[in-house]
């Protein structure tokens, strides 16, 4: 079950937890016009400190720009909000869901007189496909659903709606006793999980479809990307053909709530045990995400704890939070 927190941030307000509802004839419910994040917060020897918030926060800008969406709110206020929640909340690790959708009002297809309303939930979640999955590796198949097309929707908005697709993926690899499903693009070609992007290692290279093969602008995508760089790989963005799975040395997956998960299997033929480039991606992107190297310190944004944020209490009440850190 879903570990609550005590407060959410609804349109400007922390309300109870149980207290955070909306009305039925909410537009978003019937129609999916919503968009949304998922952002994670980690302990580091700083404190509490959010992982690429500032990325975070501007997808979620372009995925509401997308919708013909105004979030009320700026990137700025978001981010205030989300510091407050997580010191009020009194957590040090958990993963923050801000969702932008429109309300309650006129009912129909046409959206653009109902309010945009925007909240933020944390809660502490832990691994996403389960605490063996990093180390062990999960078991995949290939959907028999095609992720969504530019013909119809838009892969580059994280969307509610558009999340069906998901949904439909992840029932379908479930019950046939997997972890996870592989979903193709429409031209037949390698695009991502469930709720994760795809990377494949073979023969040294490590390989990721395009942004043009439909996937989610993956955050962890690119971290994962400047990671393997940096420790001297060399990484491709190419289309990647379904054999190229199987015929792999090794494949991983990335995002949010999944972290770096080792694939270990892919239709019933076994890629293998977690193997060396993606260990030595994990520790690092490990260590990014907890503080401890250096060179990824500018993706931390630290949460200033309630002692700090005390108007009067040490810092100055402007100078509560650190710059945003600049985008790598
Ligand atoms: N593709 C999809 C479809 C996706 O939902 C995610 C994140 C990613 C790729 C990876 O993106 P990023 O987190 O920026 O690296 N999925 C989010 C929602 C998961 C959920 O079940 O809810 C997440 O990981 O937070």
């Not at 509610?160 to 592989?182: F, P, R, T, W």
């Not at 494949?200 to 390989?207: H, L, S, T």
Request: one cysteine or more; charged letters at 25%.
């Amino acid at each position: 079950m879903l570990n609550t927190a005590d407060l959410i941030w609804m349109n400007g307000e922390f309300v109870e937890w149980e207290d955070a509802k909306v009305h039925v004839l909410t537009h978003g419910l019937h129609y999916g016009t919503g968009v949304f994040e998922g952002i994670r917060a980690y302990e580091t020897p700083d404190g509490p400190a959010i992982f690429r918030h500032l990325d975070h926060l501007e997808r979620l800008e372009a995925s509401s720009k997308l919708y013909y969406m105004d979030l009320p709110y700026s990137r700025d206020q978001l981010r205030e909000a989300t510091h407050e929640l997580i010191a009020r909340c009194g957590l040090r690790e958990c993963y923050i869901r801000p969702l932008v959708y429109r309300g309650y009002g006129p009912m129909g297809l046409n959206p653009l007189d109902n309010p945009v309303e925007v909240s933020i939930a944390v809660w502490q979640w832990g691994a996403y496909l389960g605490e063996e999955s990093k180390v062990n590796g999960v078991r995949a198949k290939t959907s028999s659903w095609r992720r969504i097309s530019p013909d119809s929707l838009i892969p580059h908005s994280k969307a509610s709606g558009q999340y069906l697709n998901s949904v439909l993926a992840k029932v379908e690899s479930v019950k046939s006793g997997y972890d996870e499903a592989i979903l193709l693009d429409d031209k037949g070609h390698v695009c991502e999980g469930t709720g994760e992007n795809v990377f494949v290692v073979k023969d040294g290279q490590i390989v990721t479809p395009p942004q043009t093969a439909s996937i989610l602008d993956g955050i962890n995508r690119k971290s994962v990307m400047q990671i393997a760089r940096d420790l001297g790989h060399e990484v491709v963005e190419r289309d990647v053909a379904r054999a190229e799975l199987p015929l792999s040395d090794e494949v991983f997956l990335t995002g949010t709530a999944a972290e770096i998960v080792p694939m270990r299997e892919i239709d019933d033929i076994e890629i293998g045990r977690p193997g060396p480039v993606t260990q030595e991606i994990q520790r690092v992107f490990d260590d990014a995400l907890h503080g401890r190297d250096e060179r990824y310190a500018e993706w931390l944004d630290h949460v200033p704890l309630a002692e700090e944020r005390r108007p009067g209490a040490g810092r100055p009440s402007t100078a509560r939070s650190t710059p945003l850190p600049s985008r790598a």
